[in-house]
Each structure stands twice: as C-alpha cells, then as structure tokens.
C-alpha cells in the first residue's frame, strides 16, 4: 500500500511540475531576438491577442509560443486587467523589429461584451501613451465581438490604429454571447444576408459605418463536419454573419473555415491551418 501511495505522489508531482514549467512556457517570456526569416516582415508593430470569456494563458499562450519558436513573432509583453479596469504589464517592447505580441488577459471574467470592449480600450490606450501607433488585433470567441465593439465605439481617439483584425470564432449574431446553450444557436445565412438578426448583430449593423478607415479583416470559423455547421459552441452562419457588412465598410475581408477536428471552439487556436494564415495575413512580405 505504501508503495502505491508513494507511487500517486510521484506522479502527482511529476505532473504538478510538468505542468508548471508549461505555464511558465506559455505564460512568461523568453531571452534573445529572432532569428530572420525569408519571405517574413518584419517590424516594431505589436499585435495584440483577445481572449474570449474564460479565457487564460493557455487560451492564445501556445500559439504564441510556437510562433516565437517558427522566429515569425516574439511574446514580449502581457497586460493583464484587474476586476477594476487597471492594468498589470508584464514584460516591455524591445523596438528589435521581432514583430512583438502582446497577449491581453482579463482577471474577470465578465459576460457582456460591453465591458471587455472598455477594458480593451484601456489596454489600447496603455499602448498610445507608450508611444504605439499601429498595431493588429487577433481575438478569439467573445473576445471577437468585444473587439469589434472596441472598434466602433472607441478607436481612433489617441488609440493606436489597428491595421488587421481577425476575429476567431466569434459569434456575431448569437442570443448568448458568453455561455454556451445546449444546442448551437444559428439564423441560416443566405445570399441576402442572415435570415434572422440578433441584437448584437443589429449593433453591428447600425454601427459599422464608423469601423476604422483601410482596416483589413480576416474572420475565422470552425466546422467540426457533424452535422451542425459549427465548432461545437458557434454557429458557422454566426461567425461569418457580418461577410456583408465587412466588405462593405473594411479595406480588404477575407474568411477561413477550419474543418474536422481542428475546428473545433478551442482547438481551432491550435490549428496549423490557422497559424499559417494568419502568418500569411499579418507577417508575410507583399510583392
């Protein structure tokens, strides 16, 4: 018996440890420049990464991590907002031209996008005050929509310009935009448009004339081939629901669906398929 329980606390340990130097991995920042790429761009412009509700380090941490180990960008700051709107900031900018990510995480989590959109223009805000000018925004599930609304209601005024956003997993025209109901809510898209209009999608509609001038869009959804058209929690219909109303008001709107397994909520951060678009989307040198 006393083997056994020696044996449980081994592994318990064993994993308490492994997990740890994970998180340290994923969380904290590692020394050195990149070492340059060809056919990669690179620049001092930070891009800044949104969780969505019950977000965490492990939520957008380990695409950024494998994107510092491909030399494409480096983790060099964390901002993390308080339950009172305050910042913490880990780490600092370089100006190495390591294209610089900054992963954004709340330590509340809050059900209204309403909310989160004020606390990303805090961070936004931080940035401007620290003489950032430019920067992209990546944000994924509730962080999405969030973004978007930080984007209309508070952009432009002494806030960085964002060139790119992409929103991943977002759901534009859900009832719930938060918590996940028991099956996946979805008003069909047509040729026309979505054949039914959530609140939050008719904000989005009578608000997108004031989206950033020459923003480029890039909207992601999963699909996990089962039957439901969506990754498990968001409707494809939904998370494309705005197709319209971007290529209307932004200065480029392209889409990508990941499919199978790697679409699912989730994983699909995880997605190779992902990463390499959005190193195609952002980083990549243009002829």
């Keep these: 018996m006393q083997r056994i329980i020696k044996g449980i606390i081994l ?76 910042l913490t900031v880990e780490g600092q900018l370089s100006e190495q031209n390591n294209n610089p990510t900054i992963m954004v995480l709340f330590a509340k989590d809050v059900t209204d996008e309403i909310t989160q959109s004020k606390w990303i223009d805090e961070v936004m805000r931080y940035l401007y005050q620290h003489q950032i000018r430019r920067v992209n925004l990546v944000s994924h599930s509730m962080g999405g929509v969030s ?70 869009v890039l909207d992601v959804a999963g699909d996990l081939e089962d039957g439901t058209e969506s990754d498990g929690s968001v409707s494809t219909h939904s998370a494309f629901a705005l197709r319209w109303l971007f290529q209307k008001h932004a200065k480029s709107y392209q889409e990508l669906t990941v499919k199978g397994k790697s679409g699912g909520h989730s994983a699909i951060t995880k997605s190779s398929q992902l990463e390499e678009k959005l190193i195609q989307f952002i980083w990549k040198k243009t002829t």
Excluded: C, W
């Design 147 to 216: 973004s978007l609304r930080y984007l209309l209601e508070y952009a432009g005024n002494k806030t960085p310009v964002v060139d790119r956003f992409v929103a991943i997993a977002a759901p534009f025209n859900d009832l719930e935009i938060a918590e996940d109901t028991e099956d996946v809510f979805a008003y069909e898209l047509t040729e026309d448009g979505p054949s039914g209009e959530t609140p939050i999608y008719q904000y989005f509609d009578h608000s997108m004339n004031r989206l950033p001038a020459n923003i480029r």
């Design 11 to 86: 592994i318990v340990s064993f994993l308490l440890v492994f997990g740890g130097i994970f998180y340290a991995k994923v969380r904290y920042f590692s020394p050195g420049a990149l070492t340059k790429q060809k056919g990669i761009a690179y620049s001092n412009e930070p891009t800044v990464f949104i969780h969505g509700y019950e977000g965490n380090s492990f939520s957008l941490g380990p695409m950024l991590r494998r994107l510092e180990k491909s030399n494409i960008a480096k983790r060099e700051m964390t901002i993390v907002v308080q339950a009172d709107g305050k």
